[in-house]
């Protein structure tokens, strides 16, 4: 019963998959009518039928070819699709109590709500970035400050838990807001130096402040930050935001890109920190060594001419993020027997 209910919402959110591509392709395109708008082939633009648009089957049933025109359509839409379907099956399965769900309760049905919205997101600018070697905006904005505001959700609401190895509320209501106050303040302030495009002396400053402004709340208040689930991933966010700011500063923008710091906000915010900085450490050595073979490989290939070769970090970050909420306990008995 319970193998047949999972492969059900496996078929299930192959659906969303299938709308994942749809996003990413209009937000390429910039074409309007990503909620309302018809599914159509790129190449002969003839509108797609119902039988058209089921997951997986109809790539195979019509041999990976528009149904209309025979060009090729890419293997890149069944594999977003069965991701999407794992990977929210994988959400009902490792983070809800299918239980409570069946029971209609709120808050955890506010918290599968969260997850698969943070799953969809991250599948699209995984895939986005596969495909083109940059991330959208909008995707991490909405994602980031979704994320923030369960976060003060959690630090303010007794009994409100969607991140389990954060703390829960804070005793003080009114230090739960002046840490939300100062956490819109970081993340705005983050923004301008992602997507302004000043000065590095001038990122520089900006980021300086962000680190006062936190050490003045905590000489002000005497708070442990880590006590308020807010601020705990405000800080390791910052860790990670960090690790890739000074990458791009050295490198000159080669090493990582403005999207990359967006990423390390998302993927931060959520974690515990026990598992920030050696997570981001162990993907970070993981995505270099994968990306310098894949280089080589295609230098040899190209019999090393010249030429810029481009790997998305996103998909890596993507993996160790929900491989990190899916396994945190295991993790955190591995990290607490070893080191």
Known sequence: MELFFYTFLFIFWTLFGSFGSVVIYRLRSNEGGIIDGRSHCPSCDTTLKALDLIPIF?????????????????WIYPILEVVSGSLFALIWYFLIDINLIFMWDTLEIIKLAFWLIIAFFTIVYTFYDILFLE?????LAYGVWLT?????????????????FLPGAYESIGIVWASGILTFAVISALYVIMTVGLEEKYDVLIFLGCLASIYLFWAITGVALWEIALLNGLIWALWIFTFFFLQILVSGGRW?????????LLIGLPLWMSFAAPGTMLTYLAGSFISIFI?????????WAAMDTQVPFGPFLAIWFFLTIFYQLEIQNFIEIYF
């Open 135 to 139: 991330i959208p905006e909008s995707i």
């Open 148 to 164: 923030g505001l369960a976060l003060f959700a959690q630090s303010l609401i007794p009994g409100f838990t969607i991140f389990p």
């Open 256 to 264: 990582m890109w403005a999207w990359d710091l967006r990423i390390a």
């Open 58 to 74: 109809s790539w195979l049933i019509h041999k990976w070819k528009c149904a209309y025109c025979k060009k090729k359509v890419s």
């Open 295 to 303: 280089i080589i490989q295609s230098r040899i290939k190209h019999k």
